[in-house]
């Protein structure tokens, strides 16, 4: 298990680049320009950087505000006061939709997830040809072609990318700038070669002779990096095993404690408390395929088909964020999880008991809120790179609350011992498992709950990142491929 190292690094000039920004920009009503913070789990997992190092942060314009901002690089001020600088990369639109919305999501993501239906799905046509060269292979171009600029103004500085969104850029910096230093962090699970067999042959070898660019590549797990490892040698014929690190991202503790204490949370968990029922099954989620939420309903349906003594007194609430709703997959996949609540709660209301309160929304201080009150946590991915609710749930609940964790999310090889097991494609082992949780005494599972937190406190968010720039450290040298 990775760990702070015994001496940090010292502070450093860090060139951070991914898709999207820490910051967002808009007009607001009376025309002044109005900045916002950028969403997504990554930003929030990077922003300790900018307090530590000195940091220039590279992203795509998504916004028109946004476009406008990006014929320059400004200066931002992160959470806690820090200053760094935000260069915005305005790729052409048409270029843009192909590389996000055609081969990053749903192509990439899919893959790394393990959610193509084989038989039917996917059918990669000229259209996914053109796809690739004019939006994957473009897009990360502009952000190659960024890089290089800001490391001719500081060629002693360390790029930092970041995941499936910038597979191509690395080689194209490798290629004009052969001796800067490049690490690489893959947020995703990483499959076994087979799977990647879904990709055509040059696609796959592009992405792996992109990643294999950097000096560093870093993995939420070990199994994750040891599938990439295997993927090199089998398609590139290299060994890349001394390029690797594990490093498990995680979050800031005194963040979430601190959020815990909020009003717009307290405010949100009196109204979770005034309607709750005896035992609360809590899930937050994006409504993201990989997620897993309708086989959780299903896994539900079955435990109150066994416990029909607990109609009235347990409920589950399921607070998920809407996601990438222009992708056809993403958008069908939320009509089906409606559907699935529907038919359960047809099925089992009695007066004013609804077993699964549904909530669509970004609204996290609700989810912190529903973070204090679970008895149960469900999170029953498919396939997670880490995910990050099963650490920031239990540092904040006031229960004693149990994890059902599923063994396909990064998370199970750090909390398994602490947590209730689940294989994501057994629903009737889920009902099983959310039975199981709720019998556990209240000794063992406050002693579980404070292992998770104490876990997560000593492998914090600044763990993970001195963990890798301490491993670059280690591997960098002056010659490279």
Known sequence: MSQRPDSAPTRRKLIVVSNRGPVSYARGADGARTASRGGGGLVTALRPLVSHHDVTWIASAISEEDRRVAARAVDETGRDGATYRLRLVAHEEHAYRLFYDVVANPMLWFVHHGLWNLPYTPDL?????????????????????????????????????????????????????PEATLMHFVHVPWPQPDYWGVCPERVRRAIHDGLIANDLIGFQTDRWRRNFVYSAREFLGEDVTPKTVVAPISVDPSEFEEMARSEPVLAAEREIVLRRPEKLIVRVDRTDPSKNIVRGFRAFELFLEGHPELAGRIGMLALLNPSR??????????????????????RFR?????????????????????????????????????????KEAPLVNARNGAVVLSENAGAHEELADWAVSVNPFDVAGQADALDQALQIPEVERRRRLEAIREHVREHDIGAWIDLQLAALDRVAAPVRR
Not at 325 to 346: C, D, K, S, T
Not at 380 to 389: H, P, R, S, T, Y
């Open 125 to 177: 046509d000229r259209a996914f040809d053109l796809a690739w060269a004019d939006g994957y292979a473009e897009v990360n171009a502009g952000f190659a072609a960024a890089v290089i600029a800001e490391l001719e103004a500081a060629p002693d500085a360390a790029v930092f990318f970041h995941d499936y969104h910038l597979y191509l850029a690395p080689r194209l910096v490798r290629e004009q700038c």
């Open 325 to 346: 709703q222009e992708v056809p997959e993403y958008a069908e996949y939320l009509e089906v999880i409606e559907h699935e609540a529907r038919r359960v709660n047809e």
């Open 350 to 390: 009695e007066g004013d008991w609804t077993p699964i309160e549904l909530q669509v929304g970004d609204d996290f201080p609700k989810s912190v809120a529903a973070y204090k009150q679970f008895d149960v946590l469900l999170v029953n991915a498919i396939f997670d790179g880490m995910n990050l609710v099963a």
